[in-house]
């Protein structure tokens, strides 16, 4: 086949498009904030044509308080807010939620995590939805905490996921005001997650032997619907290696059902200093599954070192649950097991030390 040149119209469209592009790159960069490398992305979603409509939308952003951080990221996720009109289509929405009680502050925090909430149509979307769901909720201050949670709740079709899941819990007993607590603390398992997977957790979580009518209940629903079968198989071999037989962990999971949110490596790493550090029995932390929630820099070594000490040199007595002397407060653990011995100092300093290396 004979080559065929392209047309000079189509050169000049090519040049225009690739300067087009380069100009929206240049913009995202120098006017948003972003880096080279995350404007590309942005930048293949919007095309400007002239700065007067996306400098107006960042005028805005900033008359409202916006910081340069917090601009960079709503630009980053949606960059097509760049050419909504502000007067016509932001503003309105930003008068609407001061309207609901929200603060300026709360405001900058909940675009920046949910910018796409400025993307919807407040007529049609954000309105219903706010109306709808309170009275879901029953109460405006258990909703607003939920939205402030989860903000994205008022772009969701709630006939597809929030109302069977619900109705679901309904059917297995789950009182009212646990359904409640559950969209008001965890909002996303309800609304995200689809209802086929939700009857067959809400399933498998009654089959373990938890009571619906029980808050953990809906608590070990949430741990549950956090995670994927093969990412719970996966913890499951886990807590096998380190010696639980299946009926313990599920025993932990129904005790303290994030002990399987925890991740893969902060599982093992906890374990394992338990275990050979200081020479546990895997069965305790079993019994007492809190325990693997705990912080090991913040908390776990530090504390354990300041027992390590004490037992040493003798300074305790008598037995002492050491999964309680974890569980205690800040101020209760430096009372009983430090401020009150002639070692004080050593002890504090010992404390310390422990943290600062773990920071």
Known sequence: MPFKPIPSSSLKSI????????????????????????????????NFKNLEKPDSVLNLF?????????????????PELLLSDPKEILLPKFDFFYTTGISSTELLKIVSISPGILHRSLKNQIIPSFNLLKNIFGLDDNFMAAFKRFPGMVCRDHSATTFPS?????????PYSNIVYLLTHQPRSL???????????????????????????VLAVVALTSMSKSTWIRKMEV???????????????????????????????VLNFYVNTMGWKSSLIARD????????GKRIISRCSVLQVLLSKGLIKKPINAATLLKYTESLFLKKFVMCYEETPQLLKLYHKKLDLTK
């Open 15 to 46: 040049s225009t498009s690739a300067d087009q592009h380069s100009f929206t790159v240049n913009y995202l960069i120098n006017s948003c904030g972003l880096s080279p490398e995350t404007a590309i992305s942005p930048s293949k979603r919007v």
């Open 62 to 78: 900033k008359s409202h308080g916006f910081s340069k951080t917090q601009i960079s990221t709503i630009t980053r996720k949606i």
């Open 166 to 174: 619900t109705e679901i819990l309904r059917q297995h007993g789950v």
């Open 191 to 217: 609304m995200i997650v689809k209802p086929d997977r939700f009857k067959e957790v809400v399933e498998d979580v009654k089959k373990m032997g938890l009571n619906p009518s029980q808050s953990l209940f």
């Open 239 to 269: 807590y096998e290696k380190w010696g639980w037989s299946e009926e313990e962990t599920i025993l932990a999971f129904t005790r303290f059902s994030w002990c399987m949110t925890v991740s893969v490596e902060k599982l093992m790493a």
């Open 289 to 296: 599954p809190i325990l693997l929630s705990m912080s090991l």
